[in-house]
């Protein structure tokens, strides 16, 4: 099977957090653009929540060949000054959320 690029493993997870979103009872609101520090918005209790959507992944072990542990990716200053927060799909097509601004 060929390898799936980058951008398209992005797309195909922001397609998966879509459907998980709205499955947890949220409107969401889709950046159109495909660039920049927000890829999705939702609306929660009446409030805007900007959203950045990760693939999971994970640094590989060099003596067992393998993936182990997990890459936790970090904001921008944009993106903390713009209250997003970021919303992780595994390899499974499941959904977390990351650490949030006010965790820090």
């Not at 999705?40 to 990760?54: A, G, N, R």
């Not at 936790?72 to 927060?85: A, E, I, P, Y």
Request: charged fraction near 30%.
């Amino acid at each position: 099977m060929a390898e799936i690029s980058k951008s398209r493993l992005g797309r195909v997870a922001e397609h998966y957090a879509i459907q998980w979103l709205l499955n947890q009872g949220h409107q969401v609101f889709y950046n159109v653009h495909h660039t920049g520090p927000i890829d999705l918005i939702i609306l929660e209790d009446e409030k805007l929540i900007p959203i950045d959507v990760k693939t999971e992944s994970h640094r590989k072990n060099k003596n067992l060949k393998e993936y182990q542990t997990k890459i936790f990716r970090s904001l921008t200053q944009r993106q903390k000054k713009l209250g997003v927060r970021i919303l992780y799909v595994d390899i499974n097509n499941k959904c977390y959320w990351g650490k949030s601004v006010k965790d820090d």
